[in-house]
C-alpha cells in the first residue's frame, strides 16, 4: 500500500551528511512506490511554541504566523513521518526542534484537523565517536513517537561524520535507503 511519508530535515548545512541521509530515504521510498515530501525547516522561519493556548482560534494550527503554516497541510496528509537531523548538543537541531515543539497544537483538546500520522522514523549523524552521545536526541524522539501514539519503525543513528560528506564513507546511506524501502 502506497504511503504519503513526509521527511523533516533539520540541518542549516546545504548538502551535509543528515541531508544525503534524508535523501537516500527518499529514493528508497519512492523506488518503493511511495509518495515523499520533505520539508527542510532550516530554511524556514518557524519559532517555537509559544504557550498562548490559543491553537486554533485563527483556523490554523498556531495563531502566530509562520512557515509553519506551510508545513501544516503536509502533517496533516502525512500516514509517516521521518525526522533527520544533525545531533546538536545531545540533541535535535533546533530547527527541528522549534516546529516540533508545535505539534503540541494537534495533542490539544479541540485540534480541529488531527493528524493521521501512524508510524515515525528518526534518522540522526553527528562527530562523537561514542554512539552514547545520541541518547537523549534518541529518547525525546521515543517519548514523541510514544506520546502522538505513532509506531516507531526506525532509529538510525550515525558516529563519526563531521566534515561534510562523511556519511559517504560509512554504510549509513544503504541503511537509510534500505529504511525507505521497507517502509
Not at 95 to 113: E, H, M, N, T, W
Request: hydrophobic residues 40%.
Amino acid at each position: 500500500m502506497s504511503k504519503n511519508i513526509l521527511v523533516l530535515t533539520g540541518s542549516p548545512r546545504k548538502g551535509g551528511n543528515s541531508e544525503m541521509m534524508a535523501d537516500a530515504f527518499i529514493k528508497g521510498a519512492q523506488a518503493s512506490g511511495h509518495t515523499v515530501n520533505k520539508f527542510d525547516t532550516a530554511a524556514k522561519t518557524i519559532s517555537g511554541c509559544r504557550a498562548c493556548e490559543t491553537c486554533w482560534s485563527k483556523d490554523t494550527a498556531c495563531s502566530f504566523k509562520d512557515d509553519f503554516t506551510e508545513l501544516e497541510p503536509l502533517l496533516e496528509n502525512a500516514d509517516t513521518l521521518v525526522f533527520v537531523t544533525p545531533l546538536y548538543w545531545f540533541g535535535m537541531s533546533a530547527q527541528l526542534k522549534s516546529a516540533i515543539d508545535k505539534f503540541y497544537a494537534y495533542a490539544v483538546p479541540g485540534c480541529k484537523r488531527p493528524l493521521k500520522i501512524k508510524e515515525s522514523i528518526l534518522m540522526i549523524c553527528g562527530a562523537d565517536e561514542d554512539p552514547k552521545i545520541f541518547n537523549g536526541a534518541i529518547e525525546t524522539y521515543k517519548g514523541i513517537a510514544d506520546y502522538m501514539k505513532w509506531q516507531n519503525r526506525g532509529i538510525l543513528a550515525v558516529p563519526k561524520v563531521s566534515g561534510k560528506g562523511d556519511i559517504a564513507h560509512t554504510d549509513a546511506l544503504q541503511q537509510a535507503e534500505k529504511l525507505g524501502t521497507d517502509i
